[in-house]
């Protein structure tokens, strides 16, 4: 239900607007395409993803030669769900551990202000509860108010976090971090990284340091790149998706904030532009506000 409620503002104004465009129509003809096209794009799928789903519908019209406005809801539920298929698994409803990867070693990145730190929280959050110990890493030391923060949420879950001083190296950091988390034999290690986009080249280098002075401590590390992404920027979340993927490899996508937007359709395009799974939604500002994604749990909210 946390789910119907967070992405209560993009279904209701989804379906207003889709029944607007149907309104005194029978069947899926031009005109109810080229509004769904506009709906769509509205609802932040972004263009890309929307053609994609438009000519498929488009193809089924052809196919069935009359395809009634009452069937619309049913296909378009089925082609996001298949959209949605070809990155995301989706029957996962919490985290587990892949075998020989202790500690599991994730790296979080994104931009100040996207809901970061919050992930970073509510994440280590359901680690513990499900009994997962976890280390936090404050290696986002170009902001004292990152470190801070971070150890508001450490102090909250009541987690270890490793920190060193504001303008410290930040792969010291994750390294610090990771060393601790081995002698405490710790599962799970959260990575928090600095969110400075005005130099790609500097985010790059920083970054890659990062993994190889992680990699001198666990030699696999990081198991997870997660890129947090505010649903309700729309664009801003895709131009960012784009500078982050050339930046790092980016694994899996946490989309935030999906509660205070109508703009929800951002989960279905930006996993499909970039071929990555949304792995987590925030859909509020508590702690429990986090959800693993599960597309069908997703389509069928979005739907219902
Ligand atoms: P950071 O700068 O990226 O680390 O961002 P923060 O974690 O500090 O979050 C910025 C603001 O967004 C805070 O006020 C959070 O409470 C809020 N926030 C984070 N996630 C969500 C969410 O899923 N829903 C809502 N409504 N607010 C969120």
Do not use: C
């Not at 920083?206 to 649903?231: C, F, I, N, T, Y």
């Amino acid at each position: 239900e946390t789910l119907d409620k967070g992405l209560e503002k993009t279904k209701t104004t989804f379906f207003s607007k889709l029944s607007k465009a149907i309104v005194g129509k029978s069947k899926v003809d031009d005109d109810v395409l080229d509004n769904l096209e506009e709906i769509l794009v509205s609802s932040d799928v972004g263009v890309d993803t929307t053609l994609k789903i438009i000519t498929r519908i488009e193809k089924r019209v052809a196919d069935d030669k009359y395809l009634g406005t009452s069937e619309l809801n049913q296909i378009l539920q089925e082609e996001i769900a298949s959209l949605l298929s070809e990155t995301n698994t989706g029957e996962a409803t919490e985290f587990v551990i892949p075998v020989n990867k202790k500690p599991y070693v994730l790296m979080v990145v994104g931009v100040n202000g996207v809901g970061k730190t919050t992930t970073i929280g509510k994440l280590a959050y359901q680690f513990k509860k499900q009994g997962y110990k976890v280390v936090l890493g404050a290696a986002d030391t170009f902001r004292a108010a990152a470190i801070d923060q971070l150890q508001i949420w450490a102090d909250r879950v009541d987690v270890p976090i490793v920190r060193q001083n504001m303008g410290s190296d930040p792969a010291s950091v994750a390294f610090d971090t990771l060393q601790s988390a081995v002698a405490q034999d710790a599962d799970i290690v959260i990575i928090d990284t600095a969110g400075r986009l005005h130099n790609k080249i500097n985010l790059m280098n920083e970054l890659s340091k990062v993994k190889r002075v992680m990699q001198k401590v666990v030699a696999d590390a990081p198991h997870d790149v997660l890129l947090v992404l505010d649903g309700s920027t729309g664009q801003n979340a895709f131009e960012q998706a784009k500078q982050f993927t050339a930046a790092t490899e980016v694994t899996s996508l946490a989309v935030t904030k999906l509660d205070g937007t109508a703009k929800g359709g951002v989960v279905i395009g930006i996993s499909d532009q970039f071929q990555i799974p949304v792995k987590y939604i925030g859909v509020g500002e508590g702690i429990e506000d986090l959800q693993v994604f599960n597309k069908y749990e997703f389509v069928d909210s979005f739907f219902k």
